[in-house]
């Protein structure tokens, strides 16, 4: 029987890989500069966890989660997004205690049952960053510059910052309230529509089958009370003043319920429809809502496909090196320990003094000619001969596997 990566999954070698771990190290800076600390959290929780903040009218608990019994039949779900996670850590360790200013990042595998498409998996790599007890606009600035500067940090330059307001608990019934009145007037509304009108009425704005038939919808803004419009109104000042340009998108709602005020989206057309890159905003009740003393929160995340397949478009991958690779061959066996014993020291050494390069061989029982082929095979640009005669006398041979030149080298001088 063939067996095959189940649908929706991929696996990631050669040049993905390498951009996959390039990302993450880039976040990795960049998290650190800005005061971050790395969080890894299990790949499986609670499934009430992500019902309870995520919250049970979204289409990632009605119908992408996936939700498994252990052997105690306890409900247990594959993490579908990093941010619930992160904030069931940070209370469960007691930071809200001990450090509620902290801000934190994470890097890994989230699982969701969608369908697949470009960039798009039910196994995919997500990074974010989550900064804990500020309610200041600055820290929500700063967290929408945090992910275009990671963005830019792979190419991708052309992107359009879009934000919105989603009020707070006291403005955002009356919202709420002309909202549903006016969806009461769309004709047709979808199936998914009509029952998110009963449910969670914010998420009909988020549709895609029937977003063009919105043409009138009420807007936020008109509803925000005096301290969310304050509040949006220095997000706005202080994106400016960083030279950050973007636009007031009031549809934008995002999928997850436990948002408040401030949210974000960073689109590139450089992947097609499917072009939001970046996304993020504040729940300043999530906190509170599982457990924790109440905090002010706000975060991003981004999926890390998607971003490098528009970072391809940007010539991003034609920027890696290619490491010099070495081969290590011996013309008599009986010197293969000793060829051994270089290729160990040059690894090492290559690695001490930050040399880009790759040490292959020795092969013990092949021909040299064999050898060389093998050489040719994975494109090395110099193969190093231990054969008998030259070893004797303290050298070994330097093949140039571009033109086949040769020339003898001091073992001790290489």
């Known amino acids: 029987m063939n067996y095959k990566a189940p649908r929706g999954t991929h696996d990631i070698f050669g040049i993905s890989a390498s951009g996959v771990s390039l990302l993450e190290q880039r976040a990795k800076v960049i998290f650190k500069r800005h005061g971050f600390e790395e969080v890894r959290t299990p790949a499986f929780e609670d499934a009430a966890l992500f019902m309870r903040s995520i919250g049970q009218a979204t289409d990632i608990v009605e119908k992408e989660m996936y939700i498994f019994e252990d052997r105690k039949k306890r409900k247990l779900a594959l993490r579908p997004e990093g941010t619930a996670s992160l904030v069931r850590a940070f209370i469960e360790h007691r930071m809200d205690v001990s450090m509620p200013a ?5 890097m890994g595998e989230m699982f969701r049952y969608e369908r697949p498409q470009a960039g798009r998996y039910r196994q995919f ?3 974010g960053a989550e900064f804990f007890g ?7 600035a700063e967290i929408i510059i945090l992910a275009q500067d990671l963005l830019s940090s792979v190419g991708i330059n052309e992107m ?5 307001s989603l009020g707070c608990e006291k ?5 709420r309230e002309a909202l549903v009145k006016y969806l009461g007037s769309v004709r047709d509304l979808c199936e998914d529509c009509l029952r998110r009108l009963e449910k969670n009425p914010l998420r009909v704005l988020d549709c895609k089958t029937d977003s063009s038939k919105f043409t009138e919808v009420p807007g936020m803004s008109d509803y925000l009370c005096d301290c969310c419009k304050d509040n949006f109104n220095l997000t706005q000042s202080l994106l400016k003043s960083a030279g950050c340009n973007y636009i007031v998108n009031e549809k934008l709602v995002r999928g997850l319920d436990y948002y ?6 960073i689109r590139s057309n450089a992947i097609g429809s499917q072009d939001a890159l970046a996304a993020g905003g504040r729940y300043d009740n999530l906190v509170g809502e599982l457990g924790g003393q109440n905090t002010p929160a706000v975060g991003f995340a981004l999926g890390s496909e998607r971003v490098l397949l528009a970072a391809q478009k940007t010539g991003f991958f034609g920027s890696f090196q290619e490491s010099e690779k070495i081969f290590i061959a011996v013309a008599d066996q009986e010197l293969f320990s000793e060829a051994f014993s270089f290729a160990v020291k040059a690894v090492r050494n290559g690695l001490k003094g930050n040399k880009n390069i790759s040490v292959f061989g020795p092969v013990n029982g092949k021909s040299l000619t064999s050898q060389l082929k093998f050489a040719d095979k994975i494109k090395a640009v110099k193969t190093i001969v231990f054969a008998k005669t030259e070893f004797e006398y303290g050298k070994f041979l330097v093949k140039n596997m571009k033109d086949k030149t040769q020339i003898e080298v001091l073992i001790n001088e290489f």
């Open 125 to 127: 790599h997500q990074i």
């Open 134 to 140: 500020s309610s200041s606009p600055a820290a929500d």
């Open 171 to 175: 403005c955002r019934p009356l919202f």
């Open 102 to 106: 902290g801000r934190f990042f994470y």
């Open 260 to 265: 408040t005020k401030t949210v974000f989206e």
């Open 160 to 164: 359009n910052v879009y934000i919105n």
